[in-house]
């Protein structure tokens, strides 16, 4: 199935969805003639619900750029790696706040190279996680005098 | 240098009146060449470097951590120091660009395009040597012209009103339809889609919360350097992951190369060097533009005049030198507007501008007449601070590719911790982490489904620019939009945008007919 099918129509959703938006959260101009804070954003969502709407049309027109439509098909690997990388930034990010950074590195670190990875070199993997946190905490504290999260449970 | 009762002489030199040009010229060398006007410049470069070159750290933020320690200094190493660092930190950005595929600062944002492509084939320490030798040029280039054509350029660039930056930026985002490789559709969609990014937070001008749903951390908005980290590095490391263990196993290279560009590969992009600092000079000049859309144009500018433009992207060398050269060359333009008129370009340039402030420097017409030493001494600190980049940056090239030497997945898990740290270090903002890995998801399903994540950069990178002129060039008229067609500069640069966009739209076109008429088995899914 050709991509722009339904990525024409997901556009078209967000730009209504933005327009909606814009409209009930933006207020408009004080003077009248001028642009407000919503004109922009407004004048954004029309443009991207007539790029919306040009996608979904040609993607109904015969003579097009076929090579944009063959698509791989995402594999259960692939969708597991980029939910687990993502869900990995969320939880250090978490972690960061909570714990603080010479605790949430380790952490991530491990759970990086054994979860996400299936590495099971273990000299390597504590090797990495101590390495990593104590460069950065050298570079960025001592050196750089650039404060780092020490964590909200451990104050 | 001896004995001079006379007090006029600011350059620290403390023998003499500067009465005349030549006089001031020695007296500003004597002054800039002393041995703690050097320490402090090669200290502020380096510094500069360091701060450049780490995603997260920015040299405007180096410049305000320095700018203390000018205050017990004399005149010419205490703008020594904050030259340095503005210099370094201009050149540093190129580093983690190339190296990393995460551009240190925004300015380095269009050298991730090819030089990240050509570190991954290899050809790191080219690509290094090429943005360091660019770099140099671009600033020595500016700081001629801006050395000769000060009071020329300045009485041009403030003729740049509200809507003659407008036409300008407006100009600078035609350069999506360069950037959307296959399709101008995708290419438009993307650039809407990072205007949209830059809309989130508080208004600028009329302080009104957009779309920040009641949350104080939205207010912020969304950091351009927090969103191009998410946007290069979170992809690239999905990807890294993607491939190991499914790719053949990783073998520790023996020897990284690390060797720098032919003089023959130089020499053949020296026109383009020239012509990409002349823009980087001329935008650089005009305040409230700044390095990442001199180095945008200048990659696009490159790309269109090459005779195969559909090499860019994949790892060429002139898609590195031309917004090198071009966002070096800002530094000397942004000094135009700032000692001729005190009118600071960006952030960085009102950082010197304080500086300049506190040891009792107005920047002005009259600076010029009352301490042309000062001025002089300002000169030689900048050629200074591109000698020290020059060594360092060279001398570094072969610690720097040790890095390639590293197995991609490990570095990947580097790269994480890093992104995280980066993001962080921006505001001192959990929330700006989290920003971060949304901003990687996106950057993610965006070249899932074929759009390029170029354009919503460009989008991020000149949308507050191009909204806030907008904006104030009509206020200022209240409300009329003669003000966009009155202007010479204006039109010009207007018609210029509907140059590119039509003669882009055209060969888009011409290619998908190509395209579609190939057969099947040409059809490689890129």
Sequence with gaps: MRIDRWLGPCLLILAVVWLWLVYTQIPGARQPGEPGPRAFPALLGIVLTALGAFMTASAYLPRRNRILDEIPRASLREVLIAAGTFGLLMLYAYLLEKVGFLLATPIVVVLAMAGILRLRNWLLIAALAGGLTATCWMFFVWLLKAPLPRGLWLM | ?526
């Design chain 2, 1 to 526: 240098m001896s004995g001079c009762s006379r007090p006029r002489c600011r350059a620290g030199c403390g023998s003499c009146e500067a009465g005349d040009t030549l006089e001031a010229l020695t007296h500003a060398l004597a002054a800039a060449l002393s041995l703690d006007a050097i320490a402090a410049t090669a200290a502020g470069t380096v510094i500069g470097l360091i701060f450049g070159s780490i995603p997260g750290l920015t040299f405007s933020m180096a410049l305000a951590l320095m700018l203390p320690f000018t205050f017990g200094m004399q005149v010419t190493p205490a703008i020594g120091l904050l030259l340095g660092v503005y210099v370094g930190g201009m050149t540093g950005g190129s580093v983690s660009a190339i190296l990393l595929g995460i551009p240190g600062t925004p300015s380095a944002a269009a050298t991730v395009f090819d030089g990240f492509p050509m570190a991954q084939q290899g050809d790191a320490s080219v690509a290094l040597g090429a943005a360091v030798i660019a770099s140099t040029f671009g600033g020595l280039f500016s700081l001629v012209v801006m050395m000769l054509l000060l009071e020329q350029v300045a009485a041009v660039a403030i003729r740049f009103g509200p809507a003659e930056i407008f036409a300008l930026v407006l100009f600078g985002l035609s350069t999506i339809c360069g950037m959307a490789e296959r399709s101008m559709l995708r290419g438009l969609v993307a650039g809407t889609l990072g205007l949209m990014l830059m809309i989130i937070g508080l208004d600028e001008l009329d302080g009104v919360a957009r779309l920040t749903f009641g949350t104080v951390q939205m207010q912020q908005g969304v950091n351009l350097l927090v969103a191009m980290i998410g946007l290069f590095a979170v992809p690239q490391i999905i990807s890294t992951f993607l491939d190991h263990g499914r790719v053949a196993p990783f073998k520790m290279p023996t020897d990284v190369r690390a060797r720098l560009p032919s003089m023959r590969q130089l020499k053949e992009r020296l026109w383009l060097m020239v012509r990409c600092s002349g823009i980087g000079t001329v935008i650089g000049a005009i305040p409230g533009t700044g390095g990442p859309i001199a180095a945008f144009i200048a990659y696009d500018h490159a790309r269109r005049f090459d005779r195969d433009p559909g090499k860019y992207g994949k790892g060429e060398l002139s898609g590195v030198v031309a917004p090198e050269s071009a966002n070096n060359a800002v530094t000397g333009g942004t000094m135009i507007p700032l000692l001729s008129l005190g009118i600071p370009g960006d952030p960085a340039t009102a950082v010197i501008l304080g500086g300049l402030l506190v040891h009792g420097l107005f920047p002005g017409p009259m600076l010029f007449r009352t301490h042309l030493e000062v001025i002089y001494a300002l000169y030689v600190s900048i050629v200074l601070a591109y000698v020290v980049i020059l060594v360092v940056q060279l001398w570094g090239i072969r610690i720097f590719v040790r890095v390639l030497a590293v197995p991609p997945h490990v570095l990947a898990v580097c790269i994480i911790v890093l992104c995280g740290l980066g993001s962080y270090a921006i505001r001192n903002s959990i929330f700006d982490v989290y920003l971060m890995a949304v901003m990687g998801l996106f950057g993610y399903l965006l070249q899932r489904v074929r759009i390029p994540v170029a354009p919503v950069v460009l989008g991020l990178v000149l949308g507050e620019t191009l909204e806030k002129q907008y904006r104030t060039a009509l206020i200022m008229t209240e409300g009329d939009y003669a003000v966009f067609y009155t202007s010479g500069v204006a039109l010009f640069f207007f018609v210029l945008t509907a140059l590119t966009i039509g003669l882009q739209f055209r060969s888009s076109l011409r290619r998908q007919s190509t395209e579609s008429g190939r057969p099947e088995a040409d059809r490689a899914p890129r």
